[in-house]
């Protein structure tokens, strides 16, 4: 079995596993300003791998549900417990920036981008097929999210009626606040919490959408699955989440379900299926048309004296990776089956046969060898008696 090459996120975030959520946060702070690959212009690559490997542990460690089932299974049992993960690896710096409202964080290098200009991010599940993850796939998706309403055109006042002027903003529609988080406290602009930065309130709510000026509506969307996503891992559409104050929208975040294949199990890349072969196949080895993932059929030689558990590795025939698309192998696990009932004429045969394998190393090693160790052992103790 693969072991995951995944640092453990405490120690990621150089923390004890009893951290409270403040220390996790500071941690993650420390750790964004240090690794950040504007502050090691000439170690640009391993910075930035290690900024995402802190951003990933903080994605973890911050939700105290992800936190628990971290605690619980660690890395594979996140997955498996249906918990997602965003892939950082693959996400590009500013994405991971406005994930966590680095933006002004680093001189508002991330375009610009602040958090209470978008609108809230929505989650939604995508299940595909191991055939699927093989190929890659566009899916379509089906969800609620808020639209402008047509009838207000997002005003939420009735047409044809009038406002008054919001008393908290003057009508001006913005406040001055103070904000901040940890590296510098500032006095910044923000839409008035009365008026929601319109600088009017409304005497006659929108008779579509009660002043609200959204309404919930279904879209449509399809998406692009790159081909080797793993199970658990999220994808993020951009701009395809909830509309904010100023119109930006939000992300949309998919979380990818793979669903359990009838016959191959997938271990990071590669793929592995349990053959069952007869007891004389194994012994005296032949060739076995089997299955591959996609329906495609290969021919495989099984050599005399298989045992069970044995591996044979067909390269390349697993999945592709998803950043390097180089594939993992299909590996093909021997299960020898010994036969529960046997004819009259089987059991003739067979004990011809056992007559022949008796006390013959060359016929059956593994049974002769575990005797003889057996017999070594009990003389020994004898002799140590005596
Ligand atoms: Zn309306
Ligand atoms: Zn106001």
Known sequence: ??????????????ISREASPEQIKKAWREAALKHHPDRNKENKKASEEKFKEAAEAYEVLSDERKRQMYDQ???????????????????????????????DMFGGRSNGRYQEDYGQDLQTEIEVTLEEVATGVEKEL????????????????????????????????????????????????????????TGKIISTPCKECKSRGRVSKKRHLTVNIPAGMQDGQVLRVRGEGEPGAKGHRGDLHCLVRVKPHPFLIRHGND?????????????????IEVPTLGKKKVSLDI??????????????????????????????????????????????????????????????????????????????????KS
């Open 303 to 384: 050599p005399n004296g298989t045992q069970p558990g044995d591996f044979i590795r067909l390269k390349n025939m697993g999945l592709p990776d998803l950043r390097s698309k180089k594939h993992g192998d299909l590996i093909v696990r021997t299960q020898v089956e010994i036969p529960k009932k046997l004819s009259d004429q089987q059991r003739k045969l067979l004990e011809q046969f056992a007559e022949t394998e008796k006390n013959n190393k060359d016929v059956m090693p593994s049974t002769c060898g575990f005797w003889d160790k057996i017999k070594q052992y009990f003389s020994a103790q004898t002799n140590s």
């Open 73 to 103: 299974y660690g890395h594979e049992g996140m997955r498996n417990h249906g918990e997602g993960v965003h892939d950082f690896h693959h996400m590009d710096l500013r994405e991971i920036f406005d994930m966590f409202g680095l933006g």
């Open 271 to 287: 793929l592995v299926m349990d053959l069952p072969i007869s007891f004389t196949q194994a012994a005296m080895g032949c060739t």
């Open 142 to 197: 089906i969800f609620s999210r808020e639209e402008i309403c047509d009838r207000c055109n997002g005003s939420g006042v009735e047409p044809g009626t009038k406002t008054d002027r919001c008393a908290t903003c003057g009508g001006y529609g913005q406040v001055e606040q103070t904000s901040g988080f940890g590296f510098f406290v500032s006095r910044v602009v923000t839409a008035c919490p009365k008026c929601r930065g």
């Open 1 to 14: 079995m693969p072991v995951s090459s995944k640092r453990d996120y405490y120690e990621v975030l150089g």
